[in-house]
């Protein structure tokens, strides 16, 4: 699905903050099906954070990678447990 420039998102919204926020909110629908409604608003926060980062070698490193996807993990983790 993506979000990056040339996503359908992108297309669909134009501005950045927007596609972002539909991707945190699209990303949320399956875990509401399983039953845990804190992804309707963690995620799109989530994925509307910008944030600097690292490099380590020839590696980028994000802290809106890190926030992101620790958000994910502990909602997967709060439904599996």
Known sequence: ???GIDSKLAKVFKKDWIVRIAYGLLLSVPLIALGSWYGI?????????RAG??????????????????????????IVR
Request: no cysteine.
């Open 41 to 49: 608003v963690a995620l799109p926060l989530a994925f509307s954070i």
């Open 1 to 3: 699905m993506g979000y």
């Open 53 to 78: 980062g690292f490099k380590i070698g020839k590696y980028d490193w994000l802290w809106e990678d890190f926030i992101r996807y620790l958000t994910l993990g502990v909602l997967v983790w709060l």
